[in-house]
């Protein structure tokens, strides 16, 4: 079967940098992406991974290795608004998005 | 108004109610789809539809019933719910069917009693 796997819930203090770890066995790969989905609100596109290595975007970057099923997202600097969940999602060899269950990211003053 | 709205954001039904979910998009998109996010559970595509027509149904019950009338708007139908289908249910849309960067509306929390 298909399977996304990531942490529940990690805790980490403002201004420090933390790093999110999705593993996945898929059928086929066609890119990975990260999403960021605050309490009560919409998901919201953060990255998109198809060729291995670092993508950095702001204090935002995530990372991709396709030969260890496996991906990173790091955050630098946290913020207080940086609490939230953050979605791992794949795209199999069919397109289909297949989804990990999201860490809940807790930020401490 | 701008990206993807959805209407009501909460809804409380009973399980013989029959009511129904609104999704626009304002983002001349043309592939919509429908998931249901559960705590702590991934979340589960429901129904896609490109250009109005659906192309996946991931065996969902039938007491939901999608419909497209066009590529701006998305329904989801319920009638005879069960408690377990309570839930978030989220629209989102993207630039054709092979879902690269999808786009979120901020979902209905529903509650079946």
């Known amino acids: 079967g298909q399977n996304i796997d990531q942490p529940t819930e990690m805790t980490a203090t403002e201004g420090a940098i933390v790093q999110i770890n999705c593993t996945y066995q898929?059928?086929?790969?066609?890119?990975l992406f990260w999403y960021q989905q605050h309490a009560g609100e919409a998901p919201t596109f953060l990255s998109y991974n198809v060729l291995d290595g670092l993508e950095e975007k702001g204090r935002f970057s995530s990372f991709l290795s396709r030969s260890k099923g496996y991906s990173y997202l790091l955050l630098k600097e946290l913020q207080m608004k940086d609490s939230a969940s953050y979605l791992c999602?794949?795209?199999?060899?069919?397109?289909?998005?297949?989804w990990g269950a999201g860490t809940k990211l807790i930020i401490k003053p | 108004e701008t990206g993807v709205t959805q209407t009501p954001r909460h809804l409380v039904m009973g399980m013989t109610n029959k009511k129904s979910l609104k999704c626009e998009q304002h983002l001349g998109h043309n592939a919509m789809y429908w998931y249901k996010q559960s705590a702590k559970k991934p979340l589960e595509l429901m129904f896609v539809y490109s250009l109005e027509e659906r192309v996946e149904n991931n065996s969902v019950p039938s007491r939901f019933s999608p419909e497209c009338p066009n590529s701006s708007h998305l329904f989801l139908h319920l009638h005879t719910l069960q408690p377990e289908d309570s839930a978030l249910y989220l629209c989102?849309?993207?630039?054709?069917?092979?879902?690269?960067?999808?786009?979120f509306g901020p979902g209905t929390r529903l509650t079946v009693t």
């Open positions: 999602a794949v795209r199999d060899s069919n397109y289909q998005l297949i």
């Open positions: 898929t059928s086929g790969f066609n890119g």
């Open positions: 989102a849309s993207s630039q054709g069917q092979d879902n690269y960067e999808q786009y």
